[in-house]
């Protein structure tokens, strides 16, 4: 089983930074992809950022150019580091994970059926 584990989350006004971590009690198989996602009350859940074992990531226009995925092998840490945040970044946000046999084809996606371990998740508050 793996467990994920986040932290970070705080309220902030808004062109703010946090830096959001995700600690992964184990890594399953060495081919993975990691990823954060977000969800307001109401609406469905949101790929934010994502990555590889190989470090290739991908992230939602949304937050391109203003948050950065990043993991610390050594530490089992996903970090995501948020700058320039708005209002409209106010959400819980989740780790997730998926571990996979093969790498072959591996890619960084955002969607939730692409993930299969799910953190309990932090809340960032972002105010005007």
């Known amino acids: 089983q793996v467990e994920l584990v986040e932290s970070g989350g705080d309220s902030v006004q808004a062109g703010g930074s946090l830096k959001l971590s995700c600690t992964v009690s184990?890594?399953?198989?060495?081919?993975?992809?990691l990823g954060w996602f977000r969800q307001t009350p109401g609406k469905a859940r949101e790929g934010v950022a994502s990555?590889?074992?190989?470090?290739?990531?991908n992230y939602a226009d949304s937050v391109k150019g203003r948050f950065t995925i990043s993991q610390d092998i050594a530490k089992n840490t996903l970090n995501l580091q948020m700058n320039s945040l708005k209002p409209e970044d106010t959400a819980m946000y989740y780790c997730?994970?998926?571990?996979?046999?093969?790498?072959?084809?591996?890619?960084?996606?955002?969607?939730?059926?692409?993930?299969?371990?799910w953190g309990q998740g932090t809340q960032v508050t972002v105010s005007s």
């Open positions: 184990r890594y399953a198989t060495n081919n993975y992809r």
């Open positions: 997730a994970a998926k571990f996979f046999i093969y790498p072959n084809g591996l890619m960084p996606k955002l969607g939730e059926t692409d993930f299969h371990y």
């Open positions: 990555l590889t074992q190989e470090g290739v990531t």
